[in-house]
């Protein structure tokens, strides 16, 4: 009913930057919130960022100043931009929307993920 797709995952050197994509399509009549969580190895999932349809933001304070989030309402699309990557941000990162579909339900749906590897 709901895709949601994340692209932009890779390998970057300490201190560069990524950009991260997300796209969702459907039955999408609109989209509240959308957001990036984020999952290293060993650890437990946590929220990145966040944006609501009126471009309201919330960050968690590990990547306050270097991450920053915005979306495209028309395309349904979130982007994170990632500058100053440390080693510690290394992590498969997730994106969420909460979709009001045609049937006038509204629940979260999730992307698969894509990895983000900061190495030297």
């Known amino acids: 009913q709901v895709q949601v797709v994340e692209s932009g995952g890779g390998l970057v050197q300490p201190g560069g930057s990524l950009r991260l994509s997300c796209a969702a399509s459907g039955r999408i009549l609109n989209i509240n919130v959308m957001a990036w969580h984020r999952q290293a190895p060993g650890k437990e999932r946590e929220l990145v960022a966040a944006?609501?349809?009126?471009?309201?933001?919330n960050y968690a304070d590990s990547v306050k100043g270097r991450f920053t989030i915005s979306r495209d309402n028309a395309k349904n699309t979130v982007y994170l931009q990632m500058n100053s990557l440390k080693p510690e941000d290394t992590a498969v990162y997730y994106c969420?929307?909460?979709?009001?579909?045609?049937?006038?339900?509204?629940?979260?749906?999730w992307g698969k993920g894509t990895l983000v590897t900061v190495s030297s």
């Open positions: 944006i609501t349809s009126g471009s309201n933001t």
């Open positions: 969420s929307a909460e979709v009001r579909t045609w049937d006038y339900r509204t629940m979260p749906y």
